[in-house]
């Protein structure tokens, strides 16, 4: 799991008041020997008190070089060294690495925006990944449309055919007829994911979009007893987006909520909330004042570069009651075609869609740990004029 860029928030004093207040006590330290010392010899012999004011020379010297050692490799030598290792560990392609905090203000600056371009890298790298997954599912999906696209029309006809003749049992034929359905709609969700419609953004009301989306999996009789719990903190500011993009999230979190949880025990919340980096906790509205949590480093919602921190925008979340989502599963559980679903019952394309429709608002998706047990899908779309 990664680990957070930002460093704990502690107050550091600046290296150079830090340097400044240490050589300053040596020195104090130095001149009272000295006086001291120049005191004493008064009562001395000349050429004793001569002896020992070499020595004493001698002494401070060294007594000020091992502490001015001492005192630069604490506070810049290992700080600097630290830095350095970790700079090596992330060149080398250890992206996990982080450089850890420091003493003085201006190194642990330092290293937090170490590990900020680190985030950078990774945010960057996982971009990349994506855009590789996505440039290869587009060959494949072409290839599958090319391939299978002709020899399912042709089945299809043929069952046409085989159900105006009356020689094939129509439960038999009935079956044959879901299958040959079943292999088009993967085709069919294959070629939307890689190369979506490109449409107009539009201004999507949140509120109308969760009731509509409700209602609409309420009349096909998709959500069972005990009724979707909806919570909207009204009044909520629009999104912007495809027109249909935002219902399109809710019905395939809905149905997937519905899959881990059959008894519907669901709850849909939209909130306005602003947008906090990956590194950054949320404020929950039970946290007591001065503290944030608790959570887990899964819980850490994602990266996107161009939305600022603070922007403000609309928060959906939908939870359930099931069994969640393990935490080496979540940053997966948006890849296509994996699923923690048995053999023939998904194919690993629902929140595939729902990142892509969600990218295509301009926001970000995760999921954690819900209060109650089970998953808490979030999703985070910026506010639109």
Same mark, same amino acid.
């Given at each position: 799991?990664?680990?957070?860029?930002?460093?704990?928030?502690?107050?550091?004093?600046?290296?150079?008041?830090?340097?400044?207040?240490?050589?300053?006590?040596?020195?104090?330290?130095?001149?009272?020997?000295?006086?001291?010392? *120049?005191?004493?010899?008064?009562?001395?012999?000349?050429?004793?008190?001569?002896?020992?004011?070499?020595?004493?020379?001698?002494?401070?010297?060294?007594?000020?070089?091992?502490?001015?050692?001492?005192?630069?490799?604490?506070?810049?030598?290992?700080?600097?060294?630290r830095l350095i290792?970790?700079?090596?560990?992330?060149?080398?392609?250890?992206?996990?690495?982080?450089?850890?905090?420091?003493?003085?203000?201006?190194?642990?600056?330092?290293?937090?925006?170490?590990?900020?371009?680190?985030?950078?890298?990774?945010?960057?790298?996982?971009?990349?990944?994506?855009?590789?997954?996505?440039?290869?599912?587009?060959?494949?999906?072409?290839?599958?449309?090319?391939?299978?696209?002709?020899?399912?029309?042709?089945?299809?006809?043929?069952?046409?055919?085989?159900?105006?003749?009356?020689?094939?049992?129509?439960?038999?034929?009935?079956?044959?007829?879901?299958?040959?359905?079943?292999?088009?709609?993967?085709?069919?969700?294959?070629?939307?994911?890689?190369?979506?419609?490109?449409?107009?953004?539009?201004?999507?009301?949140?509120?109308?979009?969760?009731?509509?989306?409700?209602?609409?999996?309420?009349?096909?009789?998709?959500?069972?007893?005990?009724?979707v719990v909806v919570?909207?903190?009204?009044?909520?500011? *629009?999104?912007?987006?495809?027109?249909?993009?935002?219902?399109?999230?809710?019905?395939?979190?809905?149905?997937?909520?519905?899959?881990?949880?059959?008894?519907?025990?669901i709850a849909v919340?939209?909130?306005?909330?602003?947008?906090?980096?990956?590194?950054?906790?949320?404020?929950?509205?039970?946290?007591?004042?001065?503290?944030?949590?608790?959570?887990?480093?899964?819980?850490?919602?994602?990266?996107?570069?161009?939305?600022? *921190?603070?922007?403000?925008?609309?928060?959906?979340?939908?939870?359930?009651?099931?069994?969640?989502?393990?935490?080496?599963?979540?940053?997966?559980?948006?890849?296509?075609?994996?699923? *923690?679903?048995?053999?023939?019952?998904?194919?690993?394309?629902?929140?595939?869609?729902?990142?892509?429709?969600?990218?295509?608002?301009?926001?970000?998706?995760?999921?954690?740990?819900?209060?109650?047990?089970?998953?808490?899908?979030?999703?985070?779309?910026?506010?639109?004029?």
């Amino acid at each position: 799991m990664r680990s957070s860029g930002r460093l704990a928030a502690v107050a550091r004093t600046p290296l150079a008041r830090e340097l400044l207040w240490n050589l300053g006590l040596l020195g104090a330290a130095a001149l009272s020997l000295a006086v001291g010392t *120049t005191l004493a010899a008064q009562a001395l012999p000349p050429r004793v008190a001569i002896i020992g004011l070499v020595a004493l020379i001698i002494a401070d010297l060294a007594v000020v070089v091992a502490f001015g050692r001492y005192l630069v490799g604490r506070l810049v030598l290992r700080p600097v060294q630290r830095l350095i290792a970790a700079a090596d560990a992330v060149a080398a392609g250890d992206l996990d690495a982080r450089a850890p905090g420091a003493e003085t203000e201006e190194f642990a600056r330092l290293a937090e925006r170490l590990n900020e371009m680190t985030e950078g890298l990774l945010d960057v790298q996982s971009q990349l990944v994506r855009a590789e997954k996505l440039a290869g599912i587009g060959r494949l999906a072409a290839g599958i449309a090319h391939e299978i696209g002709n020899p399912l029309a042709a089945l299809g006809t043929y069952l046409e055919v085989l159900g105006q003749r009356g020689t094939v049992p129509p439960d038999l034929l009935a079956d044959l007829a879901r299958e040959v359905d079943r292999i088009d709609r993967i085709v069919r969700g294959l070629l939307d994911y890689a190369r979506p419609e490109a449409a107009a953004a539009h201004a999507i009301e949140p509120a109308a979009a969760v009731r509509a989306v409700v209602a609409l999996l309420g009349r096909q009789g998709r959500l069972a007893q005990p009724p979707v719990v909806v919570e909207l903190e009204e009044p909520l500011p *629009t999104v912007r987006g495809p027109a249909d993009a935002l219902e399109r999230v809710l019905v395939n979190l809905l149905l997937n909520a519905l899959d881990a949880d059959p008894s519907g025990r669901i709850a849909v919340r939209v909130l306005r909330s602003s947008y906090a980096p990956r590194g950054t906790l949320a404020r929950r509205r039970t946290d007591r004042e001065g503290r944030v949590g608790p959570r887990s480093p899964a819980a850490r919602r994602p990266s996107r570069p161009d939305l600022a *921190t603070g922007a403000p925008g609309v928060l959906v979340v939908v939870t359930d009651r099931g069994p969640g989502v393990p935490e080496p599963d979540r940053e997966r559980i948006f890849d296509p075609f994996f699923t *923690t679903k048995p053999p023939g019952a998904g194919i690993g394309l629902g929140l595939a869609l729902v990142q892509r429709a969600v990218d295509d608002m301009g926001g970000v998706v995760w999921v954690e740990d819900a209060r109650g047990g089970g998953a808490a899908f979030k999703v985070f779309v910026p506010a639109g004029p």
